[in-house]
């Protein structure tokens, strides 16, 4: 295997999410400087869910005009959006427009809706692109995946986001000092959002020029599939560029009629390797794990962790990001897959996340609060939870990788539909009817 084309596959799939990873991660740093202060997060997640518009002109082309579909155009097309947006994203992002009798943050939103677009209809293109190199490459995309969300993670916490330090305050309460009185002090940042929208810009440069490569360097050309699938037909990977029309017949080898029982499809999706009922399942897996990790438990993340601390929700989305990139290393020399080992996995994770709603609902006094071990068991928990989740992810990858082309665009579709679910399942909860209560960092008081 060529090391280059590993490395080019990793820098291709950092480009699938790290706009949006990077504009949630500079959140602390955006919303005190705009006037729709906290409520942008709640903009955002619907912003997200209407940018699908993209993943779902993909997914029905591929349905009702299979195989007409080229991705390499298409990945061309959102790359350079992405790299538009994330540059005038540095300096527009504080711009605001009267709308209403009152000042909005439209060319923000504008711009986070076209970057949605691009991360969202990633999941639908750069999957199945991924098809046409060996299945071994498949896994490093994902690791580069992985690192879409620990990259931006890292450079906020250089940056110094959201750190807090508590001051004591004097309060004059009949010419009396009181000192007791504790405030939460923002410390200011290394660097301006606007150096953190230009090295979001210089990330989506560095995936075009990955992904470019991926098409055209003649070592990567050694690692393509010799066959490919795409929508039913079998073609031919002798073509360069943008050339997709060298078309090369099946070749049937002579089977004996006990191996062509056996090699009989199981179902009429893929390549029939697995039954209609496994690949139900193994959708409904990747479904919920998608709206887990991708929606219901970031969601309330920070009502899980905070109340332990800003050092504890620093930690734990630190190490959740790590933990991502582990697990497709993980999953790159242990491709377990076992269905039942699967919904093992599938349940051990979503215990973990159970766990951490559990504590976000008791913000802001959960369990151990007050206490290190308190620290130790949500940042662990929150390890475990995306650690066991993201393996699971990988090895259904691979699985669909497996069964073929159509099975890749189907996979990126129920990403984005799963989702989908969890954010909408989760958005009356936590804005419309404030299930979820934070504390203050600094003088939140809870029964010991």
């Known amino acids: 295997m060529s090391l280059l084309t590993h490395v080019l596959a990793c820098l291709f799939g950092m480009g699938s999410w790290v706009a949006i990873n990077g504009m949630w991660v500079e959140l602390p740093l955006v919303v005190p400087q705009i006037p729709e202060g906290w409520y942008l997060p709640s903009y955002l997640t619907v912003i997200i869910q209407m940018a699908n518009i993209g993943p779902l002109f993909i997914t029905l082309m591929h349905r009702f ?26 300096f527009f992002w504080k711009h605001t427009v009267v709308l209403g009798g009152a000042q909005h943050s439209v060319p923000l939103l504008v711009l986070c809706f076209l970057l949605s677009v691009v991360d969202c209809t990633s999941s639908v293109t750069f999957l199945p692109f991924m098809m046409r190199l060996r299945p071994q490459y498949l896994t490093t995309y994902f690791v580069g995946e992985g690192l879409s ?14 750190v ?3 001051r004591n305050t004097t309060l004059a309460e009949n010419s009396t000092a009181v000192p007791d009185q504790l405030e939460a002090v923002y410390q200011p940042a290394k660097f301006s959002a606007q150096v953190f929208f230009f090295f979001l810009s210089v990330m989506m440069v560095v995936c075009l020029v990955a992904f470019a490569l991926l098409n055209y360097h003649p070592d990567v050309a050694r690692e393509r599939n010799n066959l490919y699938f795409n929508g039913d037909e079998l073609q031919g990977k002798k073509e360069q560029g943008f050339t997709l029309h060298a078309q090369t017949p099946e070749q049937k080898p002579m089977l004996s009629p006990l191996d062509a029982a056996e090699r009989q499809p199981r179902s ?22 998608n709206a887990l990790t991708n929606a219901v438990l970031p969601s309330v993340q920070t009502y899980s962790c905070m109340p332990y601390g800003n050092q ?23 491709p377990v897959r076992s269905l039942l080992f699967m919904l093992f996995l599938t349940l051990v994770g979503t215990g973990f996340g159970g766990y951490i709603m559990a504590m976000a609902a008791l913000s802001p006094c959960p369990l151990l609060v007050h206490s290190t071990i308190g620290i130790v068991v949500i940042v662990l928990v929150w390890v475990l939870f995306v650690l066991s989740l993201s393996y699971v992810k990988v090895i259904i990858g691979v699985i669909l990788r497996d069964e073929g082309h159509s099975a890749l665009v189907w996979c990126g579709a129920v990403v984005q539909l799963g989702s989908m679910l969890g954010a909408l399942s989760m958005f009356p909860l936590v804005n419309v009817y404030s299930l979820f209560q934070s504390g203050d960092p600094c003088n939140t008081k809870c029964p010991s």
């Not at 195989?67 to 994203?89: C, K, N, W």
């Open 268 to 289: 009429s999706f893929g390549r029939g390797t697995y039954s209609n009922f496994e690949l139900f399942f193994i959708f409904i897996v990747l479904a919920w794990v």
């Open 65 to 90: 005009r299979p195989g007409t579909l080229d991705e390499r155009p298409v990945i061309y097309g959102i790359v350079v959006l992405g790299v538009i947006a994330t540059f005038l994203l540095a």
């Open 164 to 166: 807090v330090h508590c």
């Open 312 to 334: 504890a929700y620093h930690l734990a989305a630190t190490m959740a990001s790590v933990a991502n990139p582990v697990a497709c290393f993980i999953a790159m020399f242990m």
């Open 149 to 162: 969300g620990l990259v931006p993670a890292l450079v906020a916490l250089i940056q110094g986001v959201g």
